[in-house]
């Protein structure tokens, strides 16, 4: 059949189920995979140690260089270390190639914290942007991760680090099950990849609804959906680049590395094949948290601060935790935390400055006209104009600062000067 008919046949299986005509619909989008969030690379806990163990192993806490273009046997001795780095990986995790390491995992790293990249000139390159990359260098994160570290700060450390590179995806994921008929229910991994894994404007509301028409239909007939959604995702039914072929098998690789990066942390219970909110003792996403966090926390906010309804549902602003979940260590600081005065109304543009530093600007000071967020270190700040560029009620300031620095104080034993 050619692709055409095989979308015809994805109908016909039963004309009026949802799913089937939404999941026509989608793998025909050029954004069809979603958010792409990981490269292609198999790591965990326990592998990324060793990755981060094979580096230091050789240039230590040093820039190092790195070679150009694909490994075609051509040997630049300015990057000898990186040579070394590769052989060291492989005897330490097991993995990687001289065009893997740098092309995959270190694109990785970068977005997670753990790794720099910079261009020719030494100047770091944004995570999020793409450059010619010279050199690179583990992080100050790294180097407290290797230490020797307790295992449960190496834990959060490595949960820090998969927040930083999944973004806000893992909260929408655990919303959007627990707010269902599904929070004690597995989603199976081809459930994952057809609707959860979707990103595209407007799809978030009718995800449950999907899942709930997957599981209307019957066991062959789900079998045979997949089955010609598989054989329409076939690069060789596509002319042209990537961003036109459709690839079944690198969409399910890439569906199953974030179900191994999910396995290490605390949000989901994790099989090779499904997924579950963890709503046990341990999990953060417990009933009485997501409850408070999803409804308590931010309908305070609205109420405090008078937002309203119309502002809300404009989307033109965000609710951002100044202090970011992925600080808390326990379930007492995820409640420091989770508290309608650690969250400010910011527009989109300033939450995505504030996340493109990886949430590092987490010092509040506030006057009823502007709002400051600054790092640790005092080396970057962010600046809002209230009724602009964010949107709180002035008369709080005071309360927002206090809380601000009695959360910084008990979390990060940091106190503002």
Not at 189 to 195: D, G, K, N, R
Not at 336 to 361: F, G, P, R, S
Request: net charge positive; charged share 30%; hydrophobic share 35%.
């Amino acid at each position: 059949m050619n692709p055409k008919e095989i979308l015809r046949e994805i109908i016909s299986i039963k004309h009026s189920n949802l799913f089937l005509n939404y999941i026509v619909e989608r793998i025909q989008d050029k954004d069809y995979r979603g958010r792409h969030i990981t490269q292609h690379n198999r790591y965990d806990l326990d592998r990324l140690s060793n990755i981060l163990k094979g580096i230091y192993k050789i240039v230590g806490d040093k820039m190092f260089r790195i070679p150009l273009g694909d490994d075609k046997g051509i040997y630049n001795p300015d990057c000898n270390e990186y040579y070394q780095i590769v052989k060291s990986v492989k005897d330490s995790a097991d993995l990687g190639t001289i065009n893997s390491l740098k092309k995959n995992f270190f694109v990785d790293f970068h977005r997670m914290g753990l790794l720099n990249r910079f261009n020719i000139k030494q100047q770091l390159i944004p995570p999020n942007k793409r450059g010619v990359v010279h050199y690179a260098k583990l992080t100050d994160k790294s180097l407290i991760f290797l230490k020797d570290t307790s295992i449960i700060e190496r834990h959060k450390i490595f949960t820090d680090a998969i927040d930083k590179l999944f973004g806000d995806a893992i909260t929408q994921w655990a919303e959007t099950i627990y707010y269902s008929n599904y929070k004690k229910d597995r989603i199976g991994i081809f459930e994952f990849m057809l609707i959860l894994s979707d990103d595209r404007p407007g799809t978030n509301k009718k995800k449950i609804s999907l899942i709930d028409s997957f599981r209307e239909l019957e066991r062959w007939q789900r079998e045979k959906a997949i089955e010609l959604i598989r054989q329409y995702c076939n690069p060789s039914n596509f002319k042209g680049n990537k961003t036109i072929r459709r690839d079944f098998g690198n969409w399910k690789n890439e569906i199953q590395q974030i179900f191994t990066l999910l396995k290490n942390t605390v949000y989901f219970d994790i099989t090779e094949n499904s997924l579950r909110l963890n709503t046990g003792t341990y999990g953060i996403f417990s009933d009485k948290l997501i409850k408070k966090r999803s409804l308590g926390a931010k309908r305070e906010y609205f109420k405090k601060h008078r937002i309203s309804d119309k502002i809300r549902r404009s989307l033109i602003f965000e609710l951002d935790h100044v202090v970011p979940f992925s600080s808390a260590r326990n379930k007492v600081e995820f409640k420091l935390i989770d508290n309608w005065q650690n969250l400010i109304y910011l527009k989109k543009d300033k939450h995505a400055e504030k996340t493109k530093n990886d949430n590092k600007n987490m010092v509040l000071s506030a006057t009823p006209l502007e709002i400051h967020l600054d790092d640790i270190d005092g080396k970057s700040r962010i600046t809002a104009k209230n009724g602009r560029t964010a949107l709180y009620e002035g008369s709080l300031v005071n309360k927002m600062q206090k809380y601000n620095q009695d959360i910084l104080k008990e979390v990060f034993g940091f106190t503002k000067s």
